[in-house]
């Protein structure tokens, strides 16, 4: 069996003196992937709508032994795979794929969602209607939303 890479599967921030990792699948494997590379377990917020991480731990990730989080609007509840009641709204959509027969466009939308709904998904509701179903990366750019994750801060000397 192949042994996977993990940093070609990690989003890289670099800075000056460090590199920055996100997205991982739990916090049990940042904290391997910071033992292994002298580094530093962190969590860090997405607050400008922009793909820009910055040191905050207001979420309590960690002590929750939690990798991510997001908030939006008032209206707006995002549920991540690792969240409680995803896989009903996950399973619900599934079913509602199985009953369509002809697809419409918005059909389609939600069926072709799918391949997300079984990988690291995130399901954006609205005043608890499915609005939208897409990826923890692509959920930094939803209108208003915060995204809080589990990172780990490498000094690239040690890399």
């Not at 070609?8 to 991982?24: A, Q």
């Not at 904290?31 to 917020?45: I, K, M, T």
């Not at 609007?73 to 995803?86: A, N, R, T, V």
Request: net charge negative.
């Amino acid at each position: 069996m192949e042994k996977e890479n993990i940093v070609e599967r990690l989003v890289r921030y670099e800075f000056d003196k460090t590199n920055l990792y996100t997205g991982f699948k739990s916090v049990a494997e940042a904290r391997h992937f910071a033992e292994e590379r002298n580094g530093r377990l962190l969590e860090v917020g997405f607050l400008d709508g922009n793909d820009n991480p910055v040191e905050d731990s207001s979420q309590n990730l960690i002590a929750a032994n939690k990798y991510y989080k997001a908030f939006a609007g008032p209206d707006y509840k995002i549920l991540h795979s690792s969240d409680e009641g995803f896989q009903e709204v996950a399973d619900k959509l599934k079913e509602r794929q199985n009953e369509v027969t002809e697809k419409s466009p918005d059909e389609k939308y939600f069926s072709d969602s799918d391949p997300l709904i079984k990988e690291d998904a995130v399901i954006v509701l609205y005043k608890e209607e499915v609005q939208n179903v897409t990826s923890r990366e692509r959920s930094k750019y939803l209108m208003h939303t915060k995204v809080y994750e589990v990172a780990v801060e490498v000094p690239k000397s040690d890399e």
